[in-house]
């Protein structure tokens, strides 16, 4: 028993890695020698939590009862999933389509509900697929091996050394000093670093990252407003500037993890998808090609919505703002020999995902990203530390990985997997032929704003994660490049800005108390709004141009 409770503590843990972030990474970020920044964010949070018991640490003690939701959907996807075993059976659906049907109803309903830990219900395609005639066991578990799966692990340990070593604080603080004390130009700047950082580390864990210096300069602006007199109410919640700051933040780590494969999950499984389905690799370069002009237009456009029409900014300079950098900045020394490496691995590695497939590949003709992320991680693994006994990478820091979207991943891959071998896909197309008189921009409307709407009440990976092969069967039906679809549903995953339970970077700065529900969903709806005609926009005219012809 002791055992059993044991394993069950892990899956739930393991649950917190996929909805916000490791505890691990937390404490890499908030532990050790605490900055100027970090202590403030402490005595900023005690000060908040007595406000509306909003937590920024994550619970020390998890529950296991189930609340009731999770009650709810415990006897729910079971009970779909029987339903639809007997009681579904349109014309033209193979007995093994239907029964894949009701196993996506069941995982779907655990999925969103969280009625056992997500990673644990991705287990379950092993499991049915095998029981019920669908797929072999090894047929299954061969998706959870996916090579896209070790190169979101590969990528995930260069990031975690990052963080080990405090690099990526000295990257943001350098792109932030740059800016200047303007309160406009301030939130550019966090907004900047933030959406960079996202290319490469978790959207969460950047979010984290930035949030106690967003709280340290929020804090050094309302008393500068305070010692000179000006009129404005500086008060959690009612701070244009501490509101449009941490709302900045969190978006621009959404936006930025859109520009990488790596940058966040949607991106990694949407490419692990068409892989599956259609024996087609997305470049690490290709994807940027597409994503990286996104973020560099987007975060601008946001910014300029947050500060110029959602919370106008009255005050043009402060004082103190940038001595708070510097503070930082000299609070981290010089760089030293860990962090020179790292850099340099990272680097290698970027330019390495970058020129792959028209250098590299006329070189060395079996690399891939997956190869590449590992050898940047084994080169961590293998260079001794100066400052520490160990390694530059050691395994106490691997043990970190978010196992629990891994498994998400192969998850949604079997899923996939199994929705294309028992003829689910085509049942699906075909009952989509009336359709195909609908004007394209109303087809992208309806996909990017169901999902949308979806995503901003359930996990965005596990959405993704499901509606992938459905899109794909859907653009089979319509006649249309799968990828054009699934890009489309890529991006409405991954723009959604109303809630904090939207996307874990919302959570994470709504817990700060300096934005109030109705501020968050007041500026997120129109920003929703926008991303979805902006989507509409890129999905027709640029992504043909990147991925058209990559599906022969």
């Not at 740059?178 to 550019?188: E, H, K």
């Not at 709280?215 to 309302?222: G, H, R």
């Not at 992320?373 to 400052?387: E, M, R």
């Not at 075909?430 to 992208?444: E, H, K, Y």
């Amino acid at each position: 028993m002791t055992y059993l409770k044991s394993f069950w503590s892990q899956m739930w843990h393991w649950n917190d890695q996929v909805k916000v972030l490791p505890k691990s990474l937390l404490s890499l970020l908030t532990g050790g020698n605490s900055s100027a920044a970090e202590k403030l964010a402490v005595t900023e949070k005690t000060k908040i939590t007595s406000q509306n018991g909003a937590n920024l640490e994550p619970e020390q003690n998890k529950k296991t009862n189930y609340n009731k939701s999770q009650l709810i959907g415990l006897f729910t996807g079971p009970s779909l999933f029987l339903l639809i075993s007997f009681f579904v059976s349109p014309e033209g659906l193979p007995i093994e389509a239907a029964k894949v049907l009701a196993i996506v109803a069941w995982v779907a309903t655990w999925w969103v509900t969280e009625a056992i830990p997500i990673p644990l219900t991705s287990l379950l395609p092993i499991i049915l697929f095998p029981l019920f005639g669908i797929m072999e066991t090894g047929e299954v578990s061969a998706s959870y091996g996916d090579s896209l799966i070790f190169l979101f692990a590969g990528s995930f340990m260069i990031a975690l050394t990052m963080e080990k070593w405090n690099l990526h604080r000295r990257i943001a603080l350098g792109i932030i000093s740059l800016i200047g004390t303007n309160p406009s130009m301030i939130i550019l700047g966090f907004m900047v670093a933030t959406g960079f950082l996202s290319m490469w580390i978790s959207n969460t864990a950047t979010t984290m990252l930035m949030m106690p210096m967003a709280l340290a300069v929020t804090k050094q602006v309302s008393d500068s407003l305070e010692n000179n007199n000006i009129n404005v109410d500086t008060t959690p919640g009612q701070f244009p500037f501490g509101t449009a700051l941490m709302l900045g933040t969190a978006y621009a780590a959404t936006l930025g993890g859109f520009g990488t494969l790596i940058g966040a999950p949607a991106n990694t499984i949407l490419a692990a998808t068409v892989k599956s389905l259609y024996s087609v690799e997305i470049s690490f370069a290709r994807w940027m090609l597409f994503g990286v002009p996104l973020v560099v237009i987007l975060i601008p456009l946001v910014w300029l919505y947050l500060v110029k029409i959602a919370f106008p900014m009255k005050v043009k300079q402060i004082s103190g703002g940038r001595e708070i950098i510097r503070q930082e900045q000299k609070s981290l020394g010089q760089m030293n020999f860990e962090e020179k490496i790292v850099l340099t691995v990272f680097t290698l590695t970027a330019l390495a995902w970058i020129t792959r497939s028209f250098i590299l590949k006329n070189y060395i003709p079996g690399i891939d990203d997956t190869i590449i992320a590992l050898i940047g991680a084994f080169i961590l693994f293998l260079v001794p530390a100066k400052n520490k006994a160990g390694n530059i990478l050691d395994w106490d820091t691997v043990m970190k990985l978010p196992w629990g979207i891994l498994w998400l991943f192969g998850g949604g891959l079997a899923i996939a997997a199994g929705i294309s071998n028992s003829g689910l896909d085509q049942w699906i197309g075909s009952q989509l032929v009336n359709f195909t008189d609908v004007p394209m921009w109303i087809t992208l409307a309806l996909i990017i704003g169901v999902i949308t709407l979806l995503t901003e009440f359930t996990s965005n990976t596990a959405t993704s994660t499901m509606v992938y092969p459905i899109v794909a069967a859907a653009a089979a039906a319509l006649g249309t490049d799968p990828i054009i679809l699934m890009v489309a549903a890529c991006m409405g995953a991954t723009f959604a800005f109303m809630f904090p339970v939207a996307a874990p970077p919302n959570a994470i700065v709504f817990a700060t108390g300096y934005i109030k529900m109705s501020s968050m969903a007041k500026t997120g709806i129109w920003l929703n709004l926008g991303a979805i005609i902006l989507s509409i926009i890129i999905v027709s005219f640029l992504v043909p141009l990147i991925f058209d012809g990559l599906i022969p």
